[in-house]
């Protein structure tokens, strides 16, 4: 079990379809993909084996400004980041930092929480709907 400052969820697709229905939800949002990066590919190119493993750092200016203005070190937990993994008995997760956990980390307001709770747009992409 992933610790409470992780919000995992199982997903019904593939770790590539799981981060593209992410990555299309949170574009449809106006939030900006930064960056995605194929872990097992990276792996595979030094000739290590890793299971199906995608990373993808994203995020919106307007949302986390306020909270690296009201602590500058929170910078180092945005941009927002997601993975889209594959255990080893073939189930696929969708994980992300816990927003909760990043306001108490860095003892935010709770004001701020709305900013940076992406559960939601994580279980439309996970579930389907």
């Given at each position: 079990m992933?610790?409470?400052?992780?919000?995992s969820l199982s997903s019904k697709y593939s770790v590539i379809e799981t981060l593209d229905?992410?990555?299309?939800?949170?574009?449809?949002?106006?939030?900006t993909i930064f960056t995605r990066i194929d872990q097992q590919a990276e792996a595979k190119k030094v000739g290590l084996r890793l299971l199906p493993l995608?990373?993808?750092l994203f995020g919106n200016p307007k949302?986390?400004?306020?909270?690296?203005e009201a602590e500058p070190l929170a910078a180092l937990d945005l941009p927002l980041k997601g993975?889209?993994?594959?255990?080893?008995d073939?189930?696929?997760w969708l994980s992300s930092n816990n927003a909760e956990y990043i306001i108490a980390r860095f003892s935010?307001?709770?004001?701020l929480l709305k900013n940076i709770s992406i559960g939601p747009l994580m279980e439309q992409a996970a579930k389907g709907s």
């Open positions: 992933p610790p409470n400052s992780i919000t229905r992410l990555e299309k939800i949170l574009t449809a949002k106006g939030i995608e990373f993808l949302a986390g400004t306020p909270i690296m993975i889209a993994w594959e255990d080893k073939g189930q696929v935010l307001p709770d004001s």
